[in-house]
């Protein structure tokens, strides 16, 4: 009678079920061991806060799938319907305005942190060997975040979309030999209309997000494969015979260490740490923390939408994005010259082609920021200039 009581107590009647549906799951997917895996990954012991944009990038990029899936039920991407279904979805749906802010604050805070990711591995020389293709991954993903927020910027059909997308598709025609064409292939004819904004739409929700994801996948598997262990910081020596120490380290490194073909020095970092507790803590503080910030922005300022999109209006008065506006500023300090803004053309491509190459353009050995001036000193440059553009057009920006 005992044993038949014990088998119908109310707890066993709910956890033996579930214990035996969770080992049945288990089973055939094999989670327990992928988590494990997961929590117990080799992460850097001095790794820390820095260390928490690369997963804070991931999350923004998620939230941005979840607003961005919100604002599909009703947004119509069409030049008669684009502005009436978000004018609607800000003035009759409960939540529509902080939806639509959520996907712009969020945009603006991704941009940011993505930017701050590359920034230090940028400056922890992560970049070099044998993690070049981190990096190009990287940088294809920061020109593909920056894409997907241009052509985001179309999509409302006002105003402020409708000369977007006029300038932005110009560009193209500054592209040698094939640019007309490029042009003519986006807006869909001359000029800009009704399938240009069709195939923006299609750009920033069907082909952008497919490559981002791709990459996305790309990035993380290359990161499992190397480990965190770009920086310098990972192989300083703390004894007072460095070469026993890199001798040991080597003999005790686990898969992948010790890393082929790289200076001893290089091989296999000094100390690990699991990433569960630490890390993961420190990752979910940080991207709880940006989420939590995002809410309230778009809770509070929502996204504007202009008056609807007009291309006979003589007082408009077009403004770039925050985020374009260094380049907006430099063509507006230039004179008005074909010439000189296929030279403007050529420095952003240049620039571009240096940013993703930069693993093959920078070859030394030496990891420490102080010690690489060659690549640390342009860069500064370039980010100096600009901060100091952007300082020099805040007065035009319109989105802020
Ligand atoms: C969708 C965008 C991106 C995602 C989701 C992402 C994700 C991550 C994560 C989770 C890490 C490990 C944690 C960390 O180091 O912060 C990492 C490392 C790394 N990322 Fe990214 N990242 C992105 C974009 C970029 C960009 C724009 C660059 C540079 C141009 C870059 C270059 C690197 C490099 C070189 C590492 C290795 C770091 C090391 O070993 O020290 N990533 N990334």
Redo the contacts with the bound molecule.
Sequence with gaps: MNAFRTLLHPSRVVTVPLRNAYRWFDERTGITQLVHKGLYEAVPHSGGWA?????A??VL?LLQLFSGIFLLLDYVPSVEEAWQSLHFLQAQDAFGNWVRGLHLWGAYTLILV?GL??L??FL?A??KRP?EL??MS??L??FL?LGLAITGAMLPWDNAAYWTATVVTNILHYFPLIGDGLRQLWRGGTFVGPITLTRTFALHVWVLPFV?FAF?GA??YL?RR??????WVNYNTETDDPDKEIGERIRNAEPPYPTKRIERRYAAPKRTVDFFPDQLFKDTAVSVGLVAIIFIAGLIFGATLDEPADSATLTYVPTPEWFYLPLDQFLVLTPHDPLIAVGIFVIVLAGAAA?FLLPFLDRSRERRPTRRPEVLVPALFMIFAVIFLAVLGVNRLYNL
Aim: zero cysteines; a positive charge; proline letters at 0%.
């Design positions: 260390y928490t944009l690369g997963s990038t991931l990029i993505i990711h590359a230090r591995t922890s992560s970049y993690r981190n990096w990287g940088a993903l920061f975040v981002l996305i990035h993380l990161l190397h480990g965190e262990f770009g920086a940013f």
